[in-house]
């Protein structure tokens, strides 16, 4: 599993997502928002909306919420407008970080971001520093128990599907953005499930991160995200899954 679904998954085993649910209530609501203002509150019509409404309610978020959500972008109800911005970075190790942002002030957040970046450790950088350094990506995590690596690749590749990893417990599907409500549409036909299935940003190359290092990027990495303008996080850093595991009981 790449080093940051490796880090989001153990996160959310240990219930550290719990924890911050109001907090991603809050990002899923922006997002679905800024969705349905740019292509209208129909998810049918709307792949965006249709992948941001099944993250929040994957999240347990009230139909409700996500309601007043989607008016609040049609302008059906009264709401804020916000910006889509990219921070780009490096943390400690020479890792890249791109923070995906959503914001009603602009210089409030990059002020803000570049302070989070400072104190940990990290600087942010100008645009187009790291932004080469990944590929945007549809991403879908499956566990293995429910299906073996040749009928997954014979489903998959027929829709879209790049590249298939096999790990330990885990497929990895990657797929072009235009795929990826193709490729879950018949890995649902099939009945299966996934643990993750999220339009991301892929890194292209990595770079192998312990130590000293490791902890202070993933405490860099997690202040980033409880940032309330970050949507998501993006690094290319390489972590052993025991130095992970370790991290994640300190922070």
């Given at each position: 599993?790449?080093g940051?679904?490796?880090w ?8 550290a ?5 109001g ?8 997002e679905i928002?800024?969705?349905?203002k ?25 139909k409700?919420?996500i ?20 921070f ?31 104190k ?6 100008g ?5 080469w350094?990944?590929?945007?990506k ?18 998959s590749?027929d829709v879209?599907?790049?590249d298939?990893k096999?790990?330990d ?33 892929i ?17 860099l ?11 998501k ?5 390489d ?8 991290i994640?009981?300190e922070?």
């Amino acid at each position: 599993m790449s080093g940051h679904s490796k880090w989001a998954s153990i996160k959310h085993k240990k219930g550290a997502a719990d924890a911050k649910r109001g907090r991603l209530f809050t990002k899923f609501m922006k997002e679905i928002t800024v969705a349905a203002k740019a292509s209208g509150g129909d998810p049918d019509m709307n792949p965006r909306l249709r992948t941001a409404m099944q993250r929040a309610q994957d999240a347990n978020m009230s139909k409700d919420n996500i309601e007043k959500a989607i008016k609040k972008g049609t302008g059906e109800l009264p709401g804020v407008t916000y910006e889509e911005l990219a921070f780009e970075g490096y943390g400690p190790g020479g890792v890249a970080i791109i923070v995906d942002a959503l914001t009603d002030n602009k210089n409030r957040a990059a002020a803000e971001i570049r302070n989070i970046f400072a104190k940990r450790n990290g600087n942010m950088a100008g645009s187009g520093s790291v932004a080469w350094i990944f590929s945007a990506k549809g991403y879908i995590l499956l566990n293995k128990d429910q299906i073996s690596e040749e009928e997954l690749f014979s489903i998959s590749v027929d829709v879209g599907a790049e590249d298939i990893k096999t790990g330990d417990k885990n497929y990895e599907l990657f797929c072009d953005p235009k795929d990826f409500e193709n490729l879950k549409a018949a890995l649902t036909a099939k009945n299966l499930t996934w643990e993750t299935a999220e339009l991301t940003k892929i890194p292209n190359s990595t770079i192998k991160v312990t130590g000293n290092d490791a902890k202070q990027l993933l405490a860099l990495i997690e202040a980033l995200e409880d940032h309330e303008d970050a949507q998501k996080v993006h690094a290319n850093f390489d972590i052993p899954d025991e130095v992970l595991e370790e991290i994640a009981q300190e922070i």
